[in-house]
């Protein structure tokens, strides 16, 4: 069945670092849009970035570009989001989450059909 990991979440002070990984199964990675979306307390879920399927393009949402890098390696069914400059305000739970077929937004939940069970990234002092 389809199944979507994430992995490396954690506690990191301001202008830290960490990369989240993304780990697929169940399903060929190089067919499918990936996206990363997070959820902040209290916030509702919004999309952070995305790898596109066929010519790998990506997308950023504004608050991250310049600091995150999305990358995905088919072969090892597995997509990065690379953080860099970690600010308090990039606190939430960070989920990753396979686009649907005929979707076509890489920041509308409603578009994307598997979502992982997410993983916490604190910024903090």
């Known amino acids: 069945q389809v199944q979507l990991r994430e992995s490396g979440g954690g506690l990191v002070q301001p202008g830290g670092s960490l990369r989240l990984s993304c780990a697929a199964s169940?399903?060929?990675?190089?067919?499918?849009?990936i996206g990363w979306f997070r959820q902040p307390p209290g916030r509702e879920r919004e999309g952070v970035s995305c790898t596109r399927k066929n010519d790998g393009s990506t997308y950023y949402a504004d608050s991250v570009k310049g600091r995150f890098t999305i990358s995905r390696d088919n072969a090892q069914n597995t997509v990065y989001l690379q953080m860099n400059n970690l600010k308090p305000e990039d606190t939430a739970v960070y989920y990753c989450?396979?686009?649907?077929?005929?979707?076509?937004?890489?920041?509308?939940?409603?578009?994307?059909?598997?979502w992982g069970q997410g993983t916490q990234v604190t910024v903090s002092s």
């Open positions: 169940g399903f060929t990675l190089e067919h499918y849009t």
């Open positions: 989450a396979r686009r649907g077929r005929y979707g076509s937004n890489c920041d509308a939940p409603h578009e994307h059909d598997y």
